[in-house]
């Protein structure tokens, strides 16, 4: 489902501390023990931690300690890997139906024991529509039907093949039901019934609906490594260490070590670096200009390490595809040849951050590295353009074109929302740039919804917005087929290409990952050439973390995964049994 | 006067409708949609790192659902029929953001806010009486316009700046470690700990955010008490006072202090609502977790059940500010009479 911590935060070995014996030889590596704890940096509290209502990151991330799914991801190759599972699932030939068998020394947090009940229950309330999580359940619209085989093994049938329902099944959050359901009002009810008509759905369903929304928002348990202590309102999430795990002890099971997380609530990015500095913070995300020129003093160096990654998401200027100055590619090209965004990855990010040419996630497999950057080269640009037709044939200084019969100047409006100070200036870089060549720019700020709604509804020459990259198996169906760009889809410029609709759609249903790959290589390449959209950058972020971790480490994806962390016996510096509350 | 209480009463009932119709209006009248707000990813979501591009394509069934929960699809006196009628079973409905109560959260919350503006309240009036009653003796020596240049170059500083700058140099970044940067109670705080060292603990924490809510008001109010004693130095009974030979403290503080007490008053009154508001900023520079910043984040989220309780609330608090302040000061000046007198 959400790609939470399931993948980033949680889970998984590590192999390289469990294992390894205390001294090996001459090389000694210590091997990790447990308590101290980490007060780690939030800018506000979690919306919520309902596992399946909440849609935040902040939510996520503490979350994914707490709740845990049937298949995981390793953090560093990626792969699929079972967790509640035994194994991976045994799939139809048809791909239509997926068997689990799911581990049976699992338990949740209260001792009770972890049963295909509990998988069963968590589809069910995902399914609820009368269950406020919108989000979760279009993902999982394709289950027809889930049966349980036995105590253990659950069976799932799916509407049509697609290579990422696995993904999709094995990243359930499994629920306790006895906990989110004690009166077991959906036991009756099966995934068939609740795909039918809501208003047919049985009271039992109504009134367990209406208890799962508002019960659980602040009181979340499951069968993780870590319990959820306590949530101080604008203060702290506190949570402990389970020492009743189950996973403790299993080597292909990610073990925990530090006592407490404690996510401390710090509205403000300044008192926040201050509370770091005088070790109230253990680790931060630093701003951009923190990292310049707040945290270079030696005394800084010598209690934290800065760790920088890439955020997997981007930033691009989308160009309406329908409108008459773009639906011509050669124009969309010369607009990414006067974009200048090496010098924006340099003063607008100063230089934290990588220019990007296409939409998949240069650590993606699928990503193809042959594809040459496009430079930023006003020259060719102009060529460009007056083989497309654009001059100044009137010498007002804009160039100008006939199109459909009719004279225009080259104008047109750059769209993006207020408060966005990076979008910002990559709109005024393009302003000032493209005025030395004849084209009039005007830039408007909007507020986030009236943008969002005007970029829906194709109200805009060109647009600045971002979409975040999946670290996994990329999808790019949602933003480039074609279909997308009616009934407000997410094809907000109009791009359309009945190739790239015929890869878009074979890649869903290739079970084969080396072909998927070379499908999304050709259509790299078509965007390539098209210029849809012209791709602008990836950021990445800093993290300050106290020395005193071990086992911190960048993954190759990029992030922090502080499950990992430990603290050697004589550096520690809390001690749960200093606060017994 | 059980007549003209009746009749004050009666007259705070139509302002109080007055009052919800215009926030309801303005609240939704400016652009932003909750529902795609939560549907971004929250309020430091929106759109800040990009949307997800699996998400996007629920994003419309999402909202559509949200917005048909919270009412939203409704037209907007309808939905404003709604909130009143819930209102007048005390109901103020539930917040958006994660389906609980909202006098549930203005509950948690209240303590914390009233704290930090009953002590800082307290304090403005510590410091700026005396500071008053000494400029108005003194006036225009020296020491007057010293201080008088003190408390408005106080008034004159952004509350933003010298709270960050602040938390900068005195909370142990790379200066001074005096205070902590924010936050109610220390890390390892425990309940278990003996009163004086809770005690300790939090003063030290709200050192800082007091002083920052204070700081400003140094001037305003000092410069009332000052100008209403000067009012009353130059009146003729001052200097009956003076020329039957009374010494000049009881002149002073007698007489004169007395009855230039009355505009004192008055402002108190107004004090009533921002005993719960007033303090969005130095809550938020300070991380405290009072009512300013949940109102705050409400308006940023367009939680409109949340914003329309503290609206009111705050609606409610200032028209009995002004009643109040009606009351009292016929009671400090028998002067102001009730009503009409027959």
Known sequence: ?581 | MGAYLIQRFLLLIPTFIGVTIISFLIMRLAPGDPAELRAGGGLRGAGESGISTEKRGAVDQAVAQWRAQYGLDKPLPIQYAIWMKNLFTLNFGESYKDNQPVVDKIRERLPVTVKLNVLSIFLVYLVAIPLGIYSATHSYSIGDQVTTLFAFVLFALPVVWLGTMAIVFLCGGDFFFLFPPGGLTSIDYSSDWPLWQRLTDQSWHLFLPVLMLSYAGFAGLSRYMRSGMLEQLRLDFVQTARSKGLPERVVIYKHVLRNSLIPMVTILAGILPGLIGGSVIVETIFSIPGLGQLGYEAVLARDFPVVMALFTVSALLTLLGILLSDLLLAVVDPRIAFGRRN
């Open chain 1, 1 to 581: 489902m959400r790609q939470r911590g399931s993948l980033l935060a949680v889970m998984l070995c590590v192999v390289f501390a469990a294992v390894l014996p205390e001294r090996s030889g001459g090389q000694a590596r210590p091997a990790p023990v447990t308590g101290d704890w980490l007060l780690a940096h939030i800018l506000s509290d979690p919306e919520q931690l309902n596992p399946l209502t909440s849609n935040d990151a902040g939510s996520s991330a503490i979350l994914g300690y707490i709740v845990q799914s049937l298949l995981t991801r390793d953090p560093r190759s990626l792969e699929l890997k079972p967790l509640l599972a035994e194994a991976r699932p045994v799939i139809s030939a048809d791909k239509l139906t997926y068997t689990f068998k799911i581990r049976r020394d699992a338990h949740f947090q209260d001792g009770r024991k972890l049963t295909g009940e509990d998988v069963l229950f968590s589809i069910k309330a995902i399914k609820c529509p009368l269950v406020n999580a919108p989000f979760a359940r279009v993902y999982y619209e394709s289950v027809t039907d889930a049966q349980l085989v036995d105590e253990y093994t659950i069976r799932f049938n799916i509407k049509e093949p697609y290579f990422l329902n696995e993904t999709m099944l094995g990243g359930i959050d499994v629920l306790p039901r006895h906990y989110y359901d004690p009166q077991n009002l959906l036991k009756d009810v099966t995934v068939k019934d609740l795909n039918g008509d809501p208003a047919k759905l049985a009271d039992n369903v109504k009134r367990f609906a209406d208890h799962f929304n508002k019960g659980y928002s602040r009181n979340p348990m499951g069968s993780g490594p870590y319990k959820f202590q306590a949530w101080k309102t604008g203060q702290e999430v506190e949570l402990v260490r389970d020492p009743k795990y189950w996973g403790i002890g299993k080597p292909e099971v990610d073990q925990a070590y530090l006592d407490r997380h404690k996510y401390r609530v710090i509205n403000n990015v300044d008192a926040a670096l201050t509370s770091l500095k005088s070790g109230a913070l253990d680790t931060m995300n630093l701003q951009p200009l923190q990292h310049m020129q707040q945290t270079g003093t030696d005394r800084f160096k010598q209690d934290f390490d800065k760790h920088e990654y890439f955020s997997p998401n981007y930033t691009y200027l989308g160009w309406n595809n329908d409108h008459p100055i773009f639906r011509d590619k050669r124009v969309r090209k010369a607009m990414t040849y006067l974009a200048n965004r090496k010098q924006m990855v340099k003063t607008i990010l100063f230089n934290l951050g990588q220019v990007i040419d296409g939409p998949i996630y240069f650590h993606r497999p699928e990503y193809d590295k042959t594809l040459a950057s496009i430079p930023y080269d006003p020259k060719k640009a102009l060529e460009l353009l007056s083989e497309a037709g654009w001059k100044d044939t009137d010498s007002d200084g804009v160039l100008d074109k006939i199109v459909d019969g009719k004279k225009i100047p080259f104008r047109f409006e750059i769209k993006f929302n207020s408060g966005n100070a990076t979008r910002k200036s990559v709109a005024l870089t393009m302003q000032d740039e493209l005025k030395k060549h004849g084209i009039a720019v005007t830039v408007r700020e909007l507020d986030w919804t009236v943008f969002l709604s005007d970029v829906k509804e194709r109200k805009f020459d060109a647009m600045i917005l971002g979409w975040q990259m999946s670290v996994t198996e990329p999808d790019a169906y949602q933003v480039w087929h074609s279909t997308q760009a009616a009934n407000k889809g997410s094809n907000h410029i109009a791009y359309k290409n009945s190739r790239v609709d015929k890869i878009l759609e074979d890649y869903r249903r290739e079970f084969d990952a080396k072909k998927r790959v070379e499908l999304y290589r050709e259509f790299q390449k078509i965007l390539h050439d098209e210029q849809p959209y012209t791709f602008l950058f990836t950021p990445k972020s800093i993290s300050a973390v106290s020395r005193r971790f071990r086992g911190v480490e960048v993954l190759p994806i990029g992030g922090l995964r502080p499950l990992d962390w430990w603290v050697p016996a004589g550096a520690q510096k809390y001690s749960s049994k200093s606060t017994s509350n």
